[in-house]
């Protein structure tokens, strides 16, 4: 049975940044930076300008979470240490 959660890996017209290049680019205006981890988790602690988009709510939500489709997407799910 198919999950009905997207991949966590990077599929055909995605890739993989490293952490070093995501931290050059953290006020980077053009990337728009999104947590999928819960609510609570987010609430914990995230990367400043993060947007929290749980990933149970991703399909739901991203389009107005996102409206901007110029933008390059880095999704993460852990902390920034």
């Known amino acids: 049975m198919p999950s009905s959660h997207p991949s ?3 599929s055909e017209g995605q890739e993989a940044i ?3 290049e995501l931290r050059t680019r ?14 609570a988790t ?3 602690g995230h990367i400043p300008g993060s ?5 149970a709510e991703l399909r739901q939500r991203a389009r107005a979470a996102l409206p901007n ?3 390059e997407i ?8």
């Open 8 to 10: 966590p890996w990077p």
């Open 74 to 81: 880095a999704v993460y799910c852990g902390s920034f240490t």
């Open 26 to 39: 953290l006020d980077d205006a053009s990337l728009a930076l999104v947590n999928v981890l819960p609510a």
């Open 51 to 55: 947007v929290n988009l749980p990933l």
């Open 69 to 71: 489709l110029e933008q």
């Open 18 to 20: 490293s952490r070093e």
């Open 42 to 44: 987010f609430a914990d």
